[in-house]
Structures are given as structure tokens and as C-alpha cells.
């Protein structure tokens, strides 16, 4: 849930940035600095850093995290979580035969 809309996300335990798809990063989110991302094709581009104040997965607040503006065409998902999301869960599991994650708050 990014801003109450519901958004595709893919969680990514080895990124070191949230990512977010430009259609979502409202205009209304601060700009906190630019940064050089290096692509899956091995190209850099410099994108917006900026701070989404309301956002949650499934119950868990991961409000003022930091996401790194850029393309998300090559996917389904309009954002990644990567580690700085992950690591405000408490605790979570993967279970890919019945493709389901559980996320405990405490």
C-alpha cells in the first residue's frame, strides 16, 4: 500500500535500494538527492532519491523510507523493496511452494 493504492512490489533481499516506478513517485514526495543506479543491462542512469511517507506491507508500517525514482518497464512490479524496507520486518518467511510470505510485527 503506497499512499492507500495497492502497488506491486518484488521484495529483494540483495538490493541495497528501494526502487520505485516514476508513475508513482507523486510530485509530492521530497526530492532528497540523485544517485548513479546501475541497471540489469550494466548501464548507469542518475536518479531522484526521494522519501514516501505513507507506505505499508500488509500491516507493517514502512512509512519515510527512501526509494530510488526509475524505470520499471522490464517487469510486472512497480517498485522494488530491497533491504532498507526489509529490514524494518521484524521477522518474514518465503515459502515458494505455496508462494506465499509471512510477515510477523513483533
Partial sequence: DL???AVDFILDTGS???LLDPAYASTDYKVTDLKFLVG???KSSLA???IVPNASLTNISLDNQEYLVTNMEMTI???ILGSPAL???NKF????RKKKIYVWAE
Fill in 93 to 96: 518467511s518465503i515459502n515458494y
Fill in 3 to 5: 499512499d492507500n493504492q
Fill in 87 to 89: 529490514k524494518q520486518l
Fill in 77 to 79: 512490479a512497480k517498485g
Fill in 48 to 50: 531522484r532519491v526521494i
Fill in 40 to 42: 540489469v543491462d550494466q
Fill in 16 to 18: 541495497e535500494d528501494n
